[in-house]
Nanobody
């Protein structure tokens, strides 16, 4: 069993940076692939980034590639999302997610396959 709690959201100006954290409670954290989704008002939840259980492989949505970096520290049971050069269209509720047995490249179309979800943290980018 894995419980996920996001933090680090807030209000930031366009072009600024923000770092999100997802703290996991559970003895099997290091066996799960982890990632982030986001949901803007009136839109469907969409994939942002994913990282393999060991941290050796990462995968990003085209919309954030080059601006966002996902990382994890298994010793701290935490996954991070460093967001740089933020844009107003990045405004959304950001959700941490975890699953096993799914290729990272399939995360973009497989949000229904996530085993665990956090409750989300709000990111607002002003212009």
């Amino acid at each position: 069993q894995v419980q996920l709690v996001e933090s680090g959201g807030g209000l930031v100006q366009a072009g600024g940076s923000l770092k999100l954290s997802c703290a996991a409670s559970g003895r099997t954290f290091s066996t799960y692939d982890m990632g982030w989704f986001r949901q803007a008002p009136g839109k469907e939840r969409e994939f942002v980034a994913a990282i393999s259980s060991s941290g050796g492989i990462t995968y990003y949505a085209d919309s954030v590639k080059g601006r966002f970096t996902i990382s994890r520290d298994n010793a701290k049971n935490t996954v991070y999302l460093q967001m740089n050069r933020l844009k107003p269209e990045d405004t959304a509720v950001y959700y941490c997610a975890a699953t096993r047995g799914l290729l990272l490249s399939l995360w973009a179309t497989s949000k229904e396959g996530m085993q665990y979800w956090g409750k989300g943290t709000v990111v607002t980018v002003s212009s």
